[in-house]
């Protein structure tokens, strides 16, 4: 059975960091592209990130480039989303999705993941003083 398993989120405080795993079983990760979306109360979910099957493509959301930093480990079948400088408003239940390939697309960002199949329980992400 396919499944994605998000943890790491908490409570921390502005400036503050914190490491994300997507741990993945069930099917083969390396193969496959993934990718990092969140939402927010009352908002619609967008994308954070994608890293590429083989981990040398990587794209970002404009909001979090410079402050965060996928990467991904095929032999334990994970994959990380390190977040740094955390602000208020990256507060948010964050998900990790399969994509159908090997490359990430700019789409997949801009559309909150919408084509995408498998998605895991998501993990909560709060920033606050």
């Known amino acids: 059975q396919l499944q994605l398993v998000e943890s790491g989120g908490g409570l921390v405080q502005p400036g503050g960091s914190l490491r994300l795993s997507c741990a993945t079983s069930?099917?083969?990760?390396?193969?496959?592209?993934i990718g990092w979306f969140r939402q927010a109360p009352g908002k619609e979910r967008e994308g954070v990130s994608c890293?590429?099957?083989?981990?040398?493509?990587?794209i970002y959301a404009d909001s979090v480039k410079g402050r965060f930093t996928i990467s991904r480990d095929n032999a334990k079948n994970t994959v990380y989303l390190q977040m740094d400088s955390l602000k208020p408003e990256d507060t948010a239940i964050y998900y990790c999705?399969?994509?159908?390939?090997?490359?990430?697309?700019?789409?997949?960002?801009?559309?909150?993941?919408?084509?995408?199949?498998?998605w895991g329980q998501g993990t909560q992400v709060t920033v606050s003083s």
């Open positions: 069930g099917f083969t990760l390396e193969p496959y592209a």
């Open positions: 890293i590429s099957s083989s981990g040398l493509s990587t």
């Open positions: 999705a399969k994509t159908g390939g090997y490359a990430c697309s700019d789409y997949v960002l801009t559309s909150g993941g919408q084509s995408l199949g498998s």
